[in-house]
Structure formats: structure tokens, C-alpha cells
């Protein structure tokens, strides 16, 4: 992944893909103080744009409401049912007294926290929603270090952490859309489990959606001789035979209870060539190497190469079919070091 701005121009299917995840945790539980975490936030589109929405913001809520309101308070009566709400505001002092008690209600308000390993993603984010803009939606961008760390450095060294390194604050929910496959290997993507089971409140929950077969990945397996390093891009789950089964004994080794995972078949039409190009190129770890084939090279052969697992139809359009993992899984309520 090279470019934050091509990332977020051609990623609609892991926004659908997000979209569609979200729909189906819904509705979220949120009876645990605590922030949220947004692991890989990348360009920061589908945390303000998707899960902002889903996360109790109560203030938010009101002035959102309060632009509709001000035109219902002209016209008369108000009746409108807050989403969150459990009180009907019929008139405008028992709308004062709702906004009076916002500061007391608890956990009104959650602050979403996007971290990302990669420097010119969290820019990027930061740039295009600015120090207001995140202000007034109460989200975050930070760098942080790669989680993934040496594979034989000792997990349990974690446990002995006395901060949630490298998170500012401890989480009720950790979500993570589209980036745990980029783990180069099994003991990193455990690694990396485990700190985010670190980072969440005892009851809090890791809410994750990751690729599992994809033929991206099929792709940069059949070009092996031209990518140099191709092994560390190929997700860890990629030729389970069993990946449902296989991630939920990740996450209780990570020290979750309860994980629920789904292995999903999806699938996706792009257009035309021109839009599974761009797709490609969004996500491609080899176009920014310094030696062997130009990146214009390397990506003409991975779109020529994706084409053995796409279905072409007349109109130009292409298909193609991956399986996603989505799964829940919980802290224990004594989590970790606290
Ligand atoms: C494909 S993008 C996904 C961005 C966004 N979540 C979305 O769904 O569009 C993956 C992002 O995850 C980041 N990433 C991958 N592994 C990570 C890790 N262990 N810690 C933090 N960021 C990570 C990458 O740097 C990249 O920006």
C-alpha cells in the first residue's frame, strides 16, 4: 500500500465490505466505559464515514438533531424520537433538560482513536479531516509503531506492560477493518492480537473483519519469481484449509474468551479493467521497490495475472470471489496487567 489518496479513491469494496460488517454486529452493545479503537484506520475514511455513526456520540447526536430541531421548534410541536433515546422531546424545555443531562449520562461520549503502522496514512487522515473536524466528531489519528514485531519474541513479555503500549488509553471496543491480514505471519498476527486483547477494558470487545482466501494473494503466489519478498503479503489465512477454525484458535491463544468467527464467500464486479487496475494498485506492497521490474511492470503483470480467477463478461465487466472472516471476541473482565 503506496498511496493513501489512490488507497482511498479505489477502495469501495473493503467500504462495502465494512459496511456490511457493521450491519451485521448490529445493534453494538455498549455497556463497558471506554474509548474505541480503530486498528489500520488507513486514510481514515471508513472510521469518520462508517463507524463514527455506529458509536454512541450523544453531543454528536444532539447537533445533528438540533439543525432538524430548530426548524420542527418553529413549526410548533416537537415529537421526535432520538435514536439513542429513550425520551420523547415533545417541547423545548424537555429538550434543555435533555441536553443539560448529556455531561451526566453515562459513557455519552466515545472517542474513536484510528491508529495506523504506516506514517503517510495517519498524514493523510489528519490532513483531510483537521484539528476541528476531529474535534467536532471526537475521532483521533496516530501513528504506531508495527505491531508485529519479532515472531520469536516471547508474548507473555506483553502481560508485564504496565501501559496499553502502544494505545493512549484502554478501549471498550477494538475494531479493525481490512488490516490484520497484513501480517506477515502467523506469530505477528498473534503478536498482534494479543495487544489489542491488551488494550481493551476486562468485558471489552474486538470487533475484526480480514481477508481470508483472495486471489490477490493467489496473484503475488504465481509472480513468487519476480516479487521479491512476496511471502510476508500473502494473508495468514490464505491456504487454510479450515480458516474459521484456524483464526478462532488465534484469538484464544490470544487470550480472548468466547470468539465467534464466520468465514463468508463474497464477491465482487468491477466495471471494467480499469477499476480492478486501480483496486490492485491501492493495495500492491511491490510497486514501491527499488530494485527489479518498474512498478508500471509489476502491475501490468499482477492485473494480467488476476485475470485466470475473474469471470469477464461481455459488457467488460469482472468478477471475482474471496472469503472474508469476521469475527467477535472478548477481554476477560480481569484483563491483562490491570
Ligand atoms: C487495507 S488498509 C485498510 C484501511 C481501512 N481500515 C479500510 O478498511 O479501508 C490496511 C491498513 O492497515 C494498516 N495496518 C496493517 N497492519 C497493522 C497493524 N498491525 N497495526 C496498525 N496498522 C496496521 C496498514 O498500514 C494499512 O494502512
Redesign the pocket.
Known sequence: ?HN?KS??KA?AL??R??KFALAMWKPLCWDVPGDVL??????????VDLLRPSVPSLSLLFRMESDVLQDELKAGEYATRPKAGKAELRNESLLMEFHNALPFLPHSERKIV?????RE?VAYANDRWGKEARQELNVDFLH?P???GPPDEDLDDLENLERPEPFPCYFAKAF?????H??PDIP?LLR?LKIVRRSLVGGGEAKL?LLAHCPVFSVYKDLSSTLQGWEKFIGPYHDSPDPEEEFRGHLLEAGFLDPQVELINRHITYPNILFLSKAME??NPFLDLSEGPCSKEILDMCVDEIQKYTVKRSDGSLSGEYTLLIATASAPHHNGGR
Do not use: E, H, K
Not at 480503530?38 to 472510521?47: A, H, I, N
Not at 479493525?176 to 490484520?180: E, V
Open positions: 500500500m493513501p488507497y482511498a477502495n473493503q467500504r465490505d465494512a480503530d486498528l489500520g484506520c488507513g486514510p481514515g475514511d471508513v472510521t484510528g491508529v495506523d503502522q504506516a496514512m504506531i508495527a505491531l508485529a479493525s477493518f481490512f488490516a490484520l497484513w501480517a505477528s498482534t473483519v491501492a493495495v
